[in-house]
């Protein structure tokens, strides 16, 4: 016949004080187990983790606007706390690329250096939802979708809030539209943080076909080394016209705290500015108001409204050694190739196995229509209308943008890779 002796703990169907606390418990002392399918303690519901997320998230992208906005506003002497906090409202609508419809036209050009801090932050509040909800690790794309999800759902009612304080003596905001835009944004860019932190990013890693993901993996350093080269162009232009953005900027007469801000509003404005560039070098160029264009073949505009960050436009067509730029997006592509063949060399001698030229160019030509994606992407996000009249147009037409990018990127991926097989194959032999 057994027996249990004191120091054995008892396990059918309850726990002891030890398995509890890690202390000893007095012989046959029985403490009730935790219920199965209970929520563990120290995890927060989804519902407040969700809403502490997307708050902090609003709250850490919408104060630098306010500050921004605000030493102009507050420069005058008509200026407000009140109004500068709307003001700093309504560009924090327009960072998340909800349109303002003013007296002077619509406005819905929007600053991506804040859309690039409210996306960091929504990736953050992805992140801590999913850890709140304990799917950190789990590679579960339910709970990745129902972390995203859920701050999606937080996000959009605060966006509702604001376009309703907005339109409280300020331009008129739709607000179905900031509903759904803060909606989408919130749940595509959360969802980001929770696939990763949920593992379900390595999970595509090890389960997509090698050329599906290496392709990718090119396509986006392709895209990136291209913006590359578009912020280095649309640097060197505004450094050349310096002189007139500077005295642009003392035309304004808003005092030294009113040019702070508007030279940090330009700054705001900085990636759209390379993502033009970038479209310039590619060729499609980009448009400054209706029936004007910026290409490397052609420069025609009118009038010019006093903005800094225009200073630097080009004079006229390219010619002499500023066409060599135009060969800068196929160097980008080649490089893009030259790594992944690189790349998929270095792992085939680790595993001794040789590398086939279609597994080589395969993820070469599937790299253009990636690349194509990301910058046409990023062509639509940076146009939009400056007002009514012949602002409306301002920026790159996105699909021009994608089907070169596509073109370029494809063909010089595929050059690159060519090239880097066929040097390699004497040093393999």
Known sequence: MSSV????????????ADDRSGGRAAPGRRVPAPRSGGAPRGRAPLAVAAAVAAIGAALTSYLPVAIVLGLAQLSEDAGSVTGALRVGLAGWLLGHGVPLHTEAGPLGLVPLALTGLVVWRLTRAGVHVSRAIGARGGRSLRQALVAA???????????????????????????????????????????VGAVRISGVARLFDERAPVALREGIRTGLVAGLLLLGAGAGAAGLAVATGGGDAADMIGAYRTGVAGQAG?????????????????????????????????????VSVGALPAVPLLAGLPRGPVDGLGAAMLAVPVLAAMTAGWLLARRLLRLALDERAPVGWAALLGPAAIAGPVAGVLLGVAAAASAGPLGGGRLAEVGPVAWQVAAVTTAVVGAGALLGAAAARAFARPAAG
């Open 262 to 298: 508007i030279t940090l509003v330009s700054l705001a404005y900085a990636p759209n500015a390379t993502v033009w560039s970038t479209s310039y070098l590619l060729g499609p160029g980009f448009a400054v108001g209706t029936d004007t264009a910026v290409r490397t073949s052609e």
């Open 5 to 16: 002796t004191p120091d054995q703990p008892r396990r059918s169907g309850t726990a002891t």
């Open 149 to 191: 999800g859920a701050v999606g759902i937080g996000y959009a009612l605060l966006g509702v809030l604001a376009a309703v304080l907005v339109g409280v003596g300020g331009p008129t905001v739709s607000l179905l539209r900031a509903g759904l835009t803060f909606a989408l944004l919130g749940t595509l860019a959360a969802l």
